[in-house]
């Protein structure tokens, strides 16, 4: 991936708000990268663990967590989420109420 396309990435993840949420294909085309949903999520799961991008705040494209339940990276995302007010229901969160469209 081309540094100017993780730069634009790194922006849009910058822009949601908090206490709202996004897919990853919104973010690859708010990020100029058309069908490049998989390169998003490819670079989220490089970023560090100490990171302040808010990586959490982007879910699949049916509001669901992409991480496997119960799993150490699903529950540190669950509870970044409901700490910002997110309702997350069985691992989804609605995203008509939570949804952010940049």
């Not at 949601?16 to 897919?23: A, D, K, Q, R």
């Amino acid at each position: 991936m081309k540094h100017d396309d993780q730069l634009r990435i790194y922006s849009v993840l910058n822009a949601i708000p908090s206490g709202l949420v996004t897919s990853y294909g919104c973010v690859a085309t708010l990020a100029q990268l058309p069908r490049g949903a998989r390169q998003v999520g490819r670079l989220l799961s490089q970023l560090p663990a100490e990171t302040t991008l808010p990586w959490h705040r982007v879910l699949r494209a049916d509001g669901a967590i992409a991480f496997p339940q119960n799993s150490p990276s699903y529950r540190r995302q669950l509870q970044q989420l409901e700490s910002e007010g997110v309702t997350v229901t069985q691992g989804r969160v609605d995203l008509s109420e939570f949804g952010w469209k940049g």
